[in-house]
């Protein structure tokens, strides 16, 4: 098809802006509680870790009666989430993409139950920021969201720590998480609002499943099942995602999991240690945006599709879309660095099974290392393995299998 030049002459002018695996929790809250605000003890990471209690012990020939004193038990470890990422990953991991300390948290959702960790607690912290983490137990929980968690933009920063026990599920209907600095609806963060650095959010040790944001959107900016990022910061480290989706149609929108657009002074979107299955949206089903960068480490994006028809620019008598099954990437002063990551088992109906990554002015780049991105069928077009690109030079590749 003649999709190679036109989609890139055209490109130039767009610049506007499942059931989680092995996460099936104790309880699923979702009854009206505010969160209480006190110290937390630190989190943990997002691996497994179960204790179990000591075998009875079998009477022999001549031992003492089965009304014997059983040997104690030895006390059950609290569980955890299955830990995502990319196990063989060995990315180094810069400063800014780390794990916040959460162990002098500034509020916390939950007094000790599943049932006092609710949507309302959540939307609640997430509106007052800071660093936030989790008392809901001992076991993993699903906190059922019935409204989104909004950031507002007078905070500089919220973190969100699940201590590897927590999923906020948006059950089909909802977007999870918020944040735009140019919605003053939110508040005003002052001065030019794509540029504010703040609020910054990052969420670690915890999951997303089940968002939505079909039919939502911000000045044609729509997209981000799980979390809308426009403007400020994002990181998300030892984070697991799972299910989510936006709009099935549409040549420049995306993000089943996760979008971005206009990251406060052209900083980096930190991605680390985590995980995207079973992500559906027109363009990006895992990871979308507009004019931003993307740094990609020891993570795995797999089995996400990009399900809409048409491309960007949309063909004639289609509603456009399909690009990028796991990253779809547009825009001009735009980078993207994959290491340690595997990309693999994504599909786009258009192009780029794997990556979409247009820069307007051909100042971008795509750099993977380590990495492998196997297996991402592209069913129309693409010029290299499982991508279409468009940027500064070729795609910088090393130690990585690609195919």
Same mark, same amino acid.
């Given at each position: 098809m003649r999709i190679r030049p036109v989609l890139a002459a055209t490109l130039l002018s767009v610049l506007a802006v499942g059931t989680l695996s092995g996460c099936h929790s104790a309880a699923s809250s979702d009854a009206s509680d505010a969160p209480s605000f006190v110290d937390a003890a630190p989190s943990s990471d997002l691996s497994s870790s179960s204790g179990s209690s000591a075998q009875p012990s079998v009477s022999a020939p001549g031992s003492a009666p @089965?009304?014997?004193?059983? @040997? /104690?038990?030895?006390s059950v470890a609290p569980k955890t989430l299955p830990k995502p990422g990319n196990p063989n990953g060995h990315a180094s991991v810069p400063a800014a993409a780390r794990a916040v300390d959460t162990s002098k948290p500034t509020r916390k959702v939950g007094t000790g139950t599943a049932a006092s960790c609710t949507s309302a607690a959540v939307v609640k912290a997430v509106a007052a920021g800071g660093i936030i983490t989790f008392d809901c137990g001992p076991v993993p929980v699903t906190i059922t969201m019935t409204a989104t968690a909004k950031v507002r933009n007078t905070v500089s920063q919220v973190v969100l720590d699940g201590g590897g026990r927590v999923t906020l599920d948006g059950a089909g209907k909802r977007r999870i998480l918020y944040q735009n600095v140019c919605?003053?609806?939110?508040?005003n963060a002052g001065g030019s609002c794509i540029d504010s650095d703040t609020p910054r959010l990052t969420v670690q040790n915890m999951a997303f499943k089940n968002g939505n944001s079909t039919g939502e959107s911000f000045e044609g900016n729509a997209g981000g099942g799980a979390i809308f990022a426009y403007g400020g910061g994002l990181k998300v480290i030892n984070?697991?995602?799972?299910?989510?989706?936006?709009?099935?149609? =549409? /040549?420049?929108?995306?993000? !089943?999991?996760?979008?971005?657009?206009?990251?406060?002074?052209?900083?980096?979107?930190?991605?680390?240690?985590?995980t995207f299955t079973g992500g559906t949206c027109s363009n990006g089903a895992a990871l979308s945006s507009l004019h931003a960068r993307w740094m990609v480490l020891n993570s795995?994006?797999?089995?996400?599709?990009?399900?809409?028809?048409?491309?960007?620019?949309?063909?004639?008598?289609? /509603? =456009?879309? !399909?690009?990028? !099954? !796991?990253?779809?990437?547009?825009?001009e002063e735009i980078k993207l660095t994959v290491d340690g990551t595997v990309i693999e088992k994504n599909h786009a109906k258009e192009g780029g099974g794997a990556i979409f990554f247009v820069s307007n002015n051909k100042t971008g780049t795509v750099t993977i290392?380590?990495?492998?991105?196997?297996?991402? /069928?592209s069913d129309t077009f693409e010029n290299f393995p499982g991508m279409f690109y468009i940027g500064k030079g070729n795609p910088v590749i090393t130690n990585s299998t690609m195919g």
């Open positions: @089965a009304s014997a004193k059983p @040997a /104690p038990s030895r919605d003053s609806r939110q508040g984070s697991r995602f799972t299910g989510n989706k936006c709009d099935r149609t =549409g /040549p420049d929108l995306g993000g !089943g999991a996760i979008r971005i657009s206009y990251q406060g002074g052209d900083n980096t979107a930190y991605v680390a240690g985590s795995v994006l797999s089995g996400n599709t990009a399900v809409g028809n048409g491309a960007n620019p949309a063909r004639a008598g289609t /509603p =456009g879309g !399909g690009s990028g !099954g !796991g990253i779809y990437m547009d825009g290392r380590n990495s492998k991105v196997r297996n991402n /069928p």
